[in-house]
Nanobody, 124 residues
Framework: QVQLVESGGGLVQAGGSLRLSCAAA????????MGWFRQAQGKEREFVAA????????YYADSVKGRFTTSRDNAKNTVYLQMNSLKPEDTAVYYC?????????????????WGQGTQVTVSS
């Protein structure tokens, strides 16, 4: 079992930056692939980024590629999402998720544990 808690969301102007953190409780965190998803109001949840258990491989949605970077610190049981050049269309609740099989997938069905989400709002 892994418990995930996101933090770092907030209100930022377009062009600004935020760094989200996802802290995990559980001894096997370092074995899990991690993903970031987001859900804008009235829309389906969508994939944002994923990172392998070692941090050696990452995968991004086209909409955030070049602007967002995910990383992890297994010693701190934490995964990060650095978001730069934010746009109003990035406004959403952001979720982190853990994948026991660490297959680096964009399919949310492949994730076993989810955080509660953190709100990111980008003003124009």
């Amino acid at each position: 079992q892994v418990q995930l808690v996101e933090s770092g969301g907030g209100l930022v102007q377009a062009g600004g930056s935020l760094r989200l953190s996802c802290a995990a409780a559980g001894r096997t965190f370092s074995r899990y692939g991690m993903g970031w998803f987001r859900q804008a109001q009235g829309k389906e949840r969508e994939f944002v980024a994923a990172i392998s258990w070692s941090g050696g491989m990452t995968y991004y949605a086209d909409s955030v590629k070049g602007r967002f970077t995910t990383s992890r610190d297994n010693a701190k049981n934490t995964v990060y999402l650095q978001m730069n050049s934010l746009k109003p269309e990035d406004t959403a609740v952001y979720y982190c998720a853990a994948d026991r099989s660490s297959v680096l997938t964009r399919d949310e069905a492949g994730y076993d544990y989810w955080g509660q989400g953190t709100q990111v709002t980008v003003s124009s």
